[in-house]
């Protein structure tokens, strides 16, 4: 249980390079600033969640 926030981390950083993949082969700017905000945001929450055990 202890793991279980780091795999979703993981999970949708790979979303949001699969998404942000998917975006430039489809040329959609909207695509890839969405999926480039949720990788930003899935690396901010292991920052902090890494800080947080501490």
Aim: proline share 4%.
């Amino acid at each position: 249980m202890r793991h279980l926030p780091a795999a979703v981390v993981v999970l949708a950083v790979a979303l949001g390079v699969a998404g942000f993949v998917y975006g430039e082969t489809d040329d959609s700017p909207g695509l890839q600033l969405l999926s480039a905000l949720f990788v930003i945001g899935a690396v901010a929450v292991a920052v902090r969640l890494s800080r947080r055990t501490r």
